[in-house]
T-cell receptor, first 114, second 114 residues
């Protein structure tokens, strides 16, 4: 059974640029959640995708957007990057919402904005 | 509002000593509770979880946690710490109102003295 994978592992962007992060969910999981973990903080919920639709959103501006594909993989897009967007971005997958209360995390993508 | 508090930002223990990491939560319903460990530059590894039943739960690496509803706590314990336990530990509550998501505490960084 393949776990949650994320790409790239690290990347460096300049303020104002746009970035796309990718996540492949664990086999059999059709729900993907994204979290932002700033340095020295706990992860914070960005949004969740289920059946290719946004299924809830945390307190993040619209320049954070996402997609989910028919194979349940997902992308997180951030436009107009700001220095404060520098963080570890974690993807988590889970079965049908409500079927399991455990989310399975990927290794994360470390984004640095200069 | 739903929240998780980890009162100790840093804890230092000697190798072989016992460990207790504190976690308090605020949640209106029966919580789903988790402890994760994160090594530097790494993603999150699940140590243990509580959904229901026995309030003392066993996890990996010799960790255990006790759910105390009256105190809204879910403290993590280990009887004898190993140098490899040095890492950051996060407590999380699974919030089932609306979109199911995790709410994390700010973490406790554990240092182990040889």
């Amino acid at each position: 059974e393949t776990g949650v994978t994320q790409s790239p592992t690290h990347l460096i962007k300049t303020r104002g640029q746009q970035v796309t992060l990718r996540c492949s969910s664990q086999s059999g999981h059709n729900t993907v959640s994204w979290y932002q973990q700033a340095l020295g903080q706990g992860p914070q919920f960005i949004f969740q995708y289920y059946r290719e639709e946004e299924n809830g959103r945390g307190n993040f501006p619209p320049r954070f957007s996402g997609l989910q594909f028919p194979n349940y993989s997902s992308e997180l897009n951030v436009n107009a990057l700001e220095l404060d967007d520098s963080a570890l971005y974690l993807c988590a997958s889970s079965p049908v919402p409500g079927q399991s209360y455990e989310q399975y995390f990927g290794p994360g993508t470390r984004l640095t904005v200069t | 509002a739903q929240s998780v508090t980890q009162p100790d930002i840093h804890i230092t223990v000697s190798e072989g000593a016992s460990l207790e990491l504190r976690c308090n939560y605020s949640y209106g319903a029966t919580p789903y509770l988790f402890w994760y460990v994160q090594s530097p530059g790494q993603g999150l590894q699940l140590l243990l979880k509580y959904f229901s039943g026995d309030t003392l739960v066993q996890g990996i690496k010799g960790f255990e946690a006790e759910f105390k509803r009256s105190q809204s706590s879910f403290n993590l314990r280990k009887p004898s710490v190993h140098w490899s336990d040095a890492a950051e530990y996060f407590c999380a509550v699974g919030a089932a109102s609306g979109t199911y998501k995790y709410i994390f505490g700010t973490g406790t960084r554990l240092k182990v003295l040889a």
